[in-house]
């Protein structure tokens, strides 16, 4: 009996930490903040019509039920927590290729595994677009669009030290609900 209840309570210890882990939000980088020797910036600007939560993590060209267990368990690489209207993000991440991975409102979610990629290059700005989600009738909406040049002006008011220091380069994400 006593190590049943010891192995409940490590499993649940377990299982809250994986769900702390999970919780993780990422905020946008101070200018001119020192980035790893391996690492870019993530750039991208957000409008939705809800509070949402979008999460990212590495590439991988198949998803199935190990892979999303393991996400909603151990957590994503990345998750930005999203409030209604329009947000530039600009995150420090790994040098690599990256997907959106699941987009939360609530209780509703959508899988985005592998119907999407974006590469982040090192010491660069990446712009992968920008991503309008909607929600309509309990069914998400999701699209990217290019508005490049308002995102380098605003890249260079908001962010001049790293435009200075770091060259621009746009890598398109393409977003399919699965």
């Known amino acids: 009996m006593r190590r049943v209840v010891q192995g409940t309570r490590l ?22 903040g020192s980035l790893k020797e391996d690492q870019g910036l993530l750039v991208v600007r957000i409008t939705c019509n ?3 939560r979008l999460s990212y993590q590495e590439f991988s060209p198949e998803t199935n039920f190990g892979s999303r267990f393991t996400e909603n368990m151990i957590g994503s690489k990345g998750a930005l927590s999203i ?9 420090p ?5 990256y997907m959106w991975s699941k987009v939360e409102m609530g209780n509703q979610f959508a899988n985005l595994h592998t119907s999407n ?13 920008d991503i309008n989600i909607q929600v309509v009738d309990r069914r998400f909406r999701v699209r990217a669009t290019d508005r490049e040049y308002e995102m380098r002006e605003y890249i260079r008011n908001t962010y001049p030290a790293y ?4 060259k621009f380069e746009k890598v398109m994400s393409e977003l399919r609900m699965r």
Do not use: H
Not at 93 to 97: H, L, M, N
């Open 50 to 52: 809800t509070t949402m």
């Open 93 to 97: 991440v790994d040098a690599g290729e």
């Open 83 to 91: 409030l209604p209207g329009e947000k530039v993000w600009v995150l």
């Open 117 to 129: 990629r974006f590469r982040v290059f090192p010491n660069t700005i990446t712009y992968i677009g």
């Open 11 to 32: 499993l649940l210890c377990a299982a809250l930490l994986a769900a702390v882990a999970g919780c993780a939000t990422t905020e946008s980088a101070p200018d001119g």
């Open 163 to 166: 435009s200075k220091s770091m």
